[in-house]
């Protein structure tokens, strides 16, 4: 009977090594299973660095309780050494140590706690103060980013240009995120570079972070919000100040634009199977804050699939799945993009 459970065990134990090991074979984007140990920027570091504090102080009262309540029941066992004393009934040392070290670590935890809420706070992170003043570059990049059902628009306004589904930022400057959502409650994340922010619906939330060297990055959406929830992933691309410019410059050449009118057709639900995107050259100016003040009035004209099979309308489920298609914009040229590889 004792072989046999241990045989379980050691099964059971091998089983999931084995899930553990077959993960990274999945069609997850999440590839590298110790993505924390290479963020890329003062917020991404920020938030890496909180999470081990607050991990290690906690580890301060979980290992030595499990550790005493393991030597309390070897101890105190039928057959053990342990003493019974009836006249027992209190320690100043055991009340010292239960109601100290707890108080002292409250006491460090805010600390750390409000530190790091100013370090990675989303309007104004002081994380990035230092970084910006050592790369002389004061301008921050402003983008305007919006999510749809199921797809990312972002705006750049002083370059009047736009991608779908792919987001390009340039190393050693500051990155000036407005965001919003045209339909429902979204979350905007980008793991190893940007903490998640929530997108909501006729509102408006800032997000901040400075990228310190070239790469391509996983962006996701975090919150379920319909069938077309799981191919909400995309693409950031880290490239050098040089080939920003560069990638800027043929952009605007696209012939594609972006008005209200292109907007509300870009807006309907779309499940983005394919990974597409396209650039776009003509962006209708303040196209941002005409879609808060749609969303607001109740004016947005979104038309809701009824089931899920009724979604299923983009032309990738027209043949095999899986097989995708190129990149393209609405000419059916291909879209231009920088070539990257990722450095970590």
């Known amino acids: 009977m004792k072989t046999t459970t241990i045989q379980r065990g050691i099964a059971a134990l091998a089983l999931a090594m084995l899930v553990l090991a077959l993960a990274g074979c999945s069609g997850s984007p999440v590839q590298d299973p110790f993505w924390f140990l290479h963020p890329n920027g003062p917020i991404a570091r920020a938030s890496i660095f909180y999470l081990i504090v607050d991990v290690l102080l906690l580890l301060i009262v979980i290992v ?14 039928k057959g053990g050494k342990g003493r019974y004393d009836p006249t027992y009934n209190h320690s100043v040392i ?8 707890p108080l002292l670590l409250v006491v460090v935890l805010s600390y750390f706690s409000y530190q790091g809420a100013r370090d990675v706070a989303p309007f104004n992170p002081q994380a990035l103060k230092s970084a910006v003043a050592k790369s002389g570059n004061k301008k921050p990049l402003r983008i305007d980013v919006i999510s749809t059902d199921w797809q990312w628009l972002f705006i750049y306004p002083d370059e009047g240009i736009a991608m ?17 959502s045209a339909t ?5 994340y980008v793991l190893k570079l940007v903490n998640q922010i929530y997108m909501m619906p006729g509102m408006r939330t800032k997000q901040h972070f400075f990228v310190e060297r070239t790469g391509t990055y996983q962006g996701f959406s975090t919150e379920f919000s319909g069938p077309g929830f799981s191919w909400m992933n995309y693409k950031v691309l880290a490239v050098t100040p040089g080939k920003f410019e560069d990638w800027v410059q043929r952009a605007r050449q696209s012939g594609n634009q972006m008005n209200w009118q292109d907007f509300e057709k870009f807006a309907q639900p779309t499940i983005n199977t394919g990974d597409r995107w396209s650039l776009y050259s003509q962006v209708q100016p303040n196209l941002f804050s005409k879609l808060i003040h749609e969303v607001k009035a109740g004016d947005m004209n979104i038309v809701w699939p009824a089931r899920l099979s009724e979604n299923m309308t983009t032309h990738e489920f027209d043949r095999k799945f899986g097989t995708g298609s190129a990149n393209s914009d609405k000419n059916g040229t291909t879209a231009d993009h920088p070539s990257q590889s990722n450095s970590d």
């Not at 055991?94 to 070290?101: A, D, P, S, T, Y």
Request: a positive charge.
């Open 64 to 77: 030595p309780a499990t550790a005493l309540v393991i030597w309390t029941f070897f101890r105190y066992r």
């Open 94 to 101: 055991v009340e010292v140590v239960v109601w100290g070290v």
């Open 164 to 180: 779908s589904n792919r987001l390009v930022v340039p190393t050693g400057r500051k990155i000036s995120m407005n965001l919003t």
């Open 184 to 188: 429902v409650t979204n979350d905007f």
